[in-house]
């Protein structure tokens, strides 16, 4: 039997996903109007409103979310996008706290 | 079919005109059947002795305040009945139909413990979801406790030896063999399985109960967590109960796309037991050769859905992103290349030694025990019974897709594999012709957050068979119930009674053909 393996080579070979894949997403704080949909919706409570600057803006625990994209969905502005980035194991679970800050994140996709 | 004749309400009208009995056609199901405690073993009778397909597929306990509510939900050939009795709280017992149809005795035992209703005539021995110390006289769904404060005390570790000639074996609720947790206590006279006792339960996570305190956006999501495999047939189920609550059309094309995901997931979920049977064989090559070939129907799942495993694709209202049209030949691809194997795994399921020497005549249940147990999907189908949800009630785009439905006659573990063997082939078929007549216009419409007072009925044909919801309205956003049936659950008392009299080394093979699913049968 000389074929190709059916596995892949990662971690030394990245897999990519398919276009729309539904991974980490980034907010963008130029695009909020604080409406606080995203969090209303939010089937896991992962969305929580802080207050930065003096306006609500959403802060995500990514250890909670089940990465369903309802508050990408329910955001009226598009200002939640989608990413590929995947891979988010981490022993430190505060590191999967993604507070809302004035600086923009270059999404992935 | 021989019985689809049967006009079981024009039946019941004639025997039942003395009877309290009221007959409401078009409400949860074919008909409800508002009657009293004692007069539903009539009705249970009639349609037993009309229909050999009768068979209990759920029961639903509700609180109603004063009142409990217990909803005997009944299949026949051709119908979708739903049998209404109240009992006082203060003394809810009614008497068991348990000797009738003995399709009941699980789910009375789960309304038991759950609910609180007691059934007479079907004693309960002790807890039967629940874990064995949880309180006395505390019954979880009922509206006025919070399951939350219920404080228990850590599990009596071991189970205690049985006393006589019979070996106890405990196998769960974490095993080498099983892959999800869940107890089964065998009892061996030598090598022979004498009895087999179940304990579930061990993953309840109390579903039912959280989707009442979740709008019903945030519930689609919940219930396709219910089971990581048949996500999309949990969700649609759920999400056609509530369009039939708030009467909105769904448009064509979504139906349609509803239909290609919901095949990817039988595709994938057939694959996945088709290898594990080969796993607990011993049989690890076909095993990895199955899992092979799953590997793209999850590639092409992702690329429509944008998650391999949880598509989180169905909404209120249609499906949450469309179909490119640039997609359409990379999902082809991927089908028509998993259809030129085929042919080996057929050959191989039906031709190899191993697999012949493992399954054959191993676990046989008869149709007549198959009718009676009210067993679902590919397990009643390699049974000889033709029951299929996609073609007794077609739902989504169903109704205008040519298949089969697959049924082997000799009942035991080779038919049931045989069964799913088969059916990968229909399901490709399906993706194939959705892909081919997939209809212009909108993939969704939009859907009012709250819903109107109204309860329904919904049935859906998940890879492992009939998958029951029960959706309860109370007009806000929040369901006032939700209760789900799992194909699994219908499916165990098949285990429980084929294992007995055979080598405890048929019971792996015997217990992965109903493909069971615990996560599921826990909710």
Same mark, same amino acid.
């Given at each position: 039997?000389?074929?190709?393996?059916?596995?892949?080579?990662?971690?030394?070979?990245?897999?990519?996903?398919?276009?729309?894949?539904?991974?980490?997403?980034?907010?963008?704080?130029?695009?909020?109007?604080?409406?606080?949909?995203?969090?209303?919706?939010?089937?896991?409570?992962?969305?929580?409103?802080?207050?930065?600057?003096?306006?609500?803006?959403?802060?995500?625990?990514?250890?909670?979310?089940?990465?369903?994209?309802?508050?990408?969905?329910?955001?009226?502005?598009?200002?939640?996008?989608?990413?590929?980035?995947?891979?988010?194991?981490?022993?430190?679970?505060?590191?999967?706290?993604?507070?809302?800050?004035?600086?923009?994140?270059?999404?992935?996709? | 079919?021989?019985?689809?004749?049967? $006009?079981?309400?024009?039946?019941? +009208?004639?025997?039942?005109?003395? %009877?309290? *009995?009221? !007959? /409401?056609? =078009?409400?949860?199901?074919?008909?409800?059947?508002?009657?009293?405690?004692?007069?539903?073993?009539?009705?249970?009778?009639?349609?037993?002795?009309?229909?050999?397909?009768?068979?209990?597929?759920?029961?639903?306990?509700?609180?109603?305040?004063?009142?409990?509510?217990?909803?005997?939900?009944?299949?026949?050939?051709?119908?979708?009945?739903?049998?209404?009795?109240?009992?006082?709280?203060?003394?809810?017992?009614?008497?068991?139909?348990?000797?009738?149809?003995?399709?009941?005795?699980?789910?009375?035992?789960?309304?038991?413990?759950?609910?609180?209703?007691?059934?007479?005539?079907?004693?309960?021995?002790?807890?039967?979801?629940?874990?064995?110390?949880?309180?006395?006289?505390?019954?979880?769904?009922?509206?006025?406790?919070?399951?939350?404060?219920?404080?228990? $005390?850590?599990?009596?570790?071991? +189970?205690?030896?049985?006393?006589? %000639?019979? *070996?106890? !074996? /405990?196998? =769960?609720?974490?095993?080498?063999?099983?892959?999800?947790?869940?107890?089964?206590?065998?009892?061996?006279?030598?090598?022979?399985?004498?009895?087999?006792?179940?304990?579930?339960?061990?993953?309840?996570?109390?579903?039912?109960?959280?989707?009442?305190?979740?709008?019903?956006?945030?519930?689609?999501?919940?219930?396709?967590?219910?089971?990581?495999?048949?996500?999309?047939?949990?969700?649609?189920?759920?999400?056609?109960?509530?369009?039939?609550?708030?009467?909105?059309?769904?448009?064509?094309?979504?139906?349609?796309?509803?239909?290609?995901?919901?095949?990817?997931?039988?595709?994938?979920?057939?694959?996945?037991?088709?290898?594990?049977?080969?796993?607990?064989?011993?049989?690890?090559?076909?095993?990895?050769?199955?899992?092979?070939?799953?590997?793209?129907?999850? $590639?092409?799942?992702?690329?429509?859905?944008?998650?391999?495993?949880?598509?989180?694709?169905?909404? /209120?209202? =249609?499906?949450?992103?469309?179909?490119?049209?640039?997609?359409?030949?990379?999902?082809?691809?991927?089908?028509?290349?998993?259809?030129?194997?085929?042919?080996?795994?057929?050959?191989?399921?039906?031709?190899?030694?191993?697999?012949?020497?493992?399954?054959?005549?191993?676990?046989?249940?008869?149709?007549?025990?198959?009718?009676?147990?009210?067993?679902?999907?590919?397990?009643?189908?390699?049974?000889?019974?033709?029951?299929?949800?996609?073609?007794?009630?077609?739902?989504?785009?169903?109704?205008?897709?040519?298949?089969?439905?697959?049924?082997?006659?000799?009942?035991?573990?080779?038919?049931?594999?045989?069964?799913?063997?088969?059916?990968?082939?229909?399901?490709?078929?399906?993706?194939?012709?959705?892909?081919?007549?997939?209809?212009?216009?909108?993939?969704?419409?939009?859907?009012?957050?709250?819903?109107?007072?109204?309860?329904?009925?919904?049935?859906?044909?998940?890879?492992?068979?009939?998958?029951?919801?029960?959706?309860?309205?109370?007009?806000?956003?929040?369901?006032?119930?939700?209760?789900?049936?799992?194909?699994?659950?219908?499916?165990?008392?098949?285990?429980?009674?084929?294992?007995?009299?055979?080598?405890?080394?048929?019971?792996?093979?015997?217990?992965?053909?109903?493909?069971?699913?615990?996560?599921?049968?826990?909710?």
């Amino acid at each position: 039997m000389i074929s190709k393996p059916a596995t892949g080579k990662y971690p030394f070979v990245k897999c990519v996903p398919a276009e729309g894949f539904r991974g980490q997403q980034v907010f963008d704080i130029g695009l909020c109007v604080s409406c606080g949909l995203c969090s209303r919706d939010c089937p896991a409570k992962a969305i929580e409103m802080v207050e930065v600057n003096g306006k609500k803006r959403p802060l995500f625990y990514l250890d909670r979310c089940i990465f369903c994209y309802q508050c990408a969905e329910s955001c009226p502005r598009n200002a939640i996008k989608a990413t590929d980035i995947f891979e988010l194991a981490t022993t430190d679970k505060s590191s999967l706290v993604v507070k809302p800050t004035t600086t923009q994140k270059n999404s992935g996709a | 079919m021989p019985s689809n004749g049967i $006009d079981i309400l024009k039946i019941l +009208e004639d025997k039942l005109q003395n %009877k309290p *009995v009221q !007959i /409401v056609p =078009g409400t949860l199901g074919t008909a409800a059947i508002i009657t009293k405690s004692g007069s539903h073993r009539d009705v249970f009778q009639i349609l037993v002795d009309a229909d050999e397909k009768t068979a209990v597929v759920s029961i639903t306990g509700i609180d109603l305040g004063e009142n409990l509510g217990v909803y005997y939900h009944v299949r026949t050939s051709n119908a979708l009945l739903t049998i209404q009795i109240e009992v006082p709280k203060a003394n809810p017992t009614l008497a068991s139909v348990n000797d009738i149809t003995p399709s009941a005795a699980f789910h009375e035992l789960e309304v038991t413990d759950l609910i609180g209703a007691v059934f007479e005539g079907n004693p309960s021995s002790g807890h039967f979801v629940l874990p064995d110390t949880w309180p006395e006289g505390v019954y979880p769904l009922r509206k006025d406790v919070n399951a939350c404060e219920v404080k228990l $005390d850590p599990p009596a570790a071991e +189970e205690k030896s049985d006393d006589g %000639k019979l *070996v106890k !074996i /405990v196998i =769960g609720p974490q095993h080498p063999a099983l892959l999800e947790p869940e107890k089964f206590v065998v009892l061996v006279e030598g090598e022979t399985v004498r009895e087999v006792r179940p304990r579930i339960g061990y993953v309840h996570r109390g579903i039912e109960k959280a989707s009442e305190s979740r709008t019903y956006l945030q519930d689609v999501y919940l219930v396709e967590r219910i089971c990581g495999i048949c996500n999309s047939c949990h969700a649609c189920a759920f999400v056609e109960s509530v369009e039939k609550i708030l009467k909105l059309e769904v448009p064509p094309r979504a139906k349609y796309l509803r239909t290609i995901i919901l095949e990817l997931n039988r595709l994938h979920s057939h694959l996945l037991t088709l290898g594990h049977a080969g796993l607990e064989i011993g049989y690890e090559t076909l095993f990895q050769y199955f899992w092979r070939d799953r590997e793209p129907i999850m $590639d092409i799942t992702e690329i429509l859905t944008g998650n391999r495993v949880i598509s989180s694709s169905m909404t /209120v209202g =249609g499906v949450r992103r469309d179909l490119k049209e640039t997609d359409i030949p990379k999902v082809k691809a991927v089908l028509s290349g998993l259809k030129k194997r085929l042919p080996f795994y057929v050959k191989v399921y039906r031709e190899e030694p191993t697999i012949g020497l493992r399954m054959q005549k191993v676990g046989t249940l008869k149709r007549e025990n198959a009718l009676k147990l009210g067993v679902v999907g590919p397990v009643a189908r390699g049974s000889g019974v033709d029951i299929d949800v996609r073609k007794d009630a077609p739902y989504e785009a169903y109704g205008e897709i040519p298949f089969k439905v697959i049924t082997y006659d000799a009942g035991d573990t080779w038919a049931r594999m045989n069964v799913r063997m088969d059916e990968v082939e229909e399901s490709i078929n399906i993706i194939e012709y959705a892909l081919d007549h997939l209809p212009e216009g909108p993939f969704r419409v939009r859907a009012p957050r709250v819903v109107p007072a109204g309860e329904v009925v919904n049935r859906v044909e998940a890879p492992r068979g009939e998958l029951f919801y029960y959706v309860k309205s109370n007009g806000t956003a929040f369901p006032d119930r939700v209760k789900v049936r799992t194909p699994t659950f219908a499916n165990i008392p098949a285990f429980l009674t084929t294992a007995v009299g055979e080598p405890l080394a048929d019971v792996p093979p015997n217990f992965v053909s109903l493909d069971p699913c615990f996560s599921c049968t826990d909710r």
